[in-house]
Each structure stands twice: as structure tokens, then as C-alpha cells.
């Protein structure tokens, strides 16, 4: 499974970016989907927002936390297919990429969703 988190927020966005982020249905910043088996189009539209997303493999304990403490039921009473997070605790440099910041390929995306549930 792979978690994408919205790092960066709308301003400034050019409308390309905007509308990925839209199909992708990361549309607010701390907001997060998770894929189980992502196509090819999906793992090319992560890698073209990559510069505002962080993402990487989440473990199965992760996932079912994440739907335990943050998921909710839309009106037909399915799981919505995003998640919404607070900032991470602790605070985080959220303008350099991985490993110093948070932006791209994070190796360690399971302990940054933990902190921000």
C-alpha cells in the first residue's frame, strides 16, 4: 500500500498541478489517500506532484489505525477515500525533500502519519 500526504497548500499552484492533486482527491493540505494496488497512472500522478506531496509504503497496523481514528462514512455509509491529518506533531521541514524535509519519496511515512493523527 502506498500513503501520498499533501504537503504544501494551494497558493501559487499552477492549474496542471491543481487538477492531479484533484483527481488524486488530495485536495486540502495534511489530507492523505492511500492506495492498496495503484496502477500505473496513479504512481505517474504521485511522481509529478511529488515537489508537494510527501508518499511512500505504509504498513497493514498503520492502515487500520489510520481508519480507526480518522476515517469516516459518506452518505451511502462507505469509507471516504481520503483522510484528513493534523499537522505533524513535533513540528517538520516541510520545504526539503526526504531526508531532511518531507517533500517526495519518505521512507519513514509511517512514523510521520503516527504523528500526525
Not at 481514528?69 to 483522510?83: C, S, T
Request: aromatic share 6%; glycine share 10%; hydrophobic share 40%.
Amino acid at each position: 500500500m502506498i500513503a501520498v500526504v499533501r504537503i504544501k497548500g494551494q497558493v501559487g499552484l499552477n492549474s496542471g498541478i491543481k487538477e492531479t492533486l484533484d483527481r488524486l482527491k488530495i485536495r486540502r493540505k495534511f489530507a492523505t489517500k492511500v492506495f492498496e494496488n495503484p496502477t500505473a497512472v496513479e504512481i505517474g500522478m504521485i511522481q509529478s506532484v511529488r515537489n508537494f506531496v510527501s508518499f511512500g509504503e505504509i504498513s497493514e497496523d498503520t492502515y487500520k489505525k489510520l481508519v480507526e481514528v480518522r476515517g469516516q462514512k459518506d452518505k451511502e455509509g462507505n469509507l471516504k477515500p481520503f483522510f484528513r491529518l493534523h499537522p505533524p506533531r513535533g513540528g517538520a521541514n516541510m520545504k526539503l525533500h526526504y531526508p531532511k524535509g518531507l517533500l517526495g519519496e519518505n521512507k519513514e511515512i509511517d512514523k510521520l502519519i503516527l504523528r500526525m493523527l
